[in-house]
């Protein structure tokens, strides 16, 4: 399966979208406004899924952190086994609405 090429989109032009998104409906706020209304949306979801919650946004998806297990892996200039530790990773799973959508 070949990998989509992603593309970024930064906190920025997120602030712009929630702005005219929010000017469409007559509602006025500035951009440093709807920058600090994103930033603080994201630290509210990394901080939940930290305390151990699965912060789920319906028909979007979920954030949660997850355990890693330990395992091997090797130096590329000696070729010598080298243990990993085991860890959290902070992840999304995309909810079946949004993967219907991708696909679209």
């Given at each position: ?77 000696t070729g010598q086994s080298v243990p990993v530790p085991g860890g959290r ?16």
């Amino acid at each position: 399966m070949a990998k989509k090429a992603t593309q970024s989109v930064t906190l920025e032009e997120l602030g712009n979208h929630l702005v005219s998104t929010l000017a469409d409906s007559g509602i006025t706020i500035t951009k440093a406004s709807a920058r600090d209304a994103v930033k603080g949306l994201f630290k509210l979801i990394h901080t939940s899924a930290d305390q151990g919650a699965n912060v789920q946004i319906r028909n979007f998806g979920t954030w949660s952190y997850r355990n890693t297990k330990p395992g091997k892996g090797r130096n590329p200039q000696t070729g010598q086994s080298v243990p990993v530790p085991g860890g959290r990773k902070f992840v999304f799973k995309a909810s079946d609405a949004t993967r219907q959508r991708e696909g679209e």
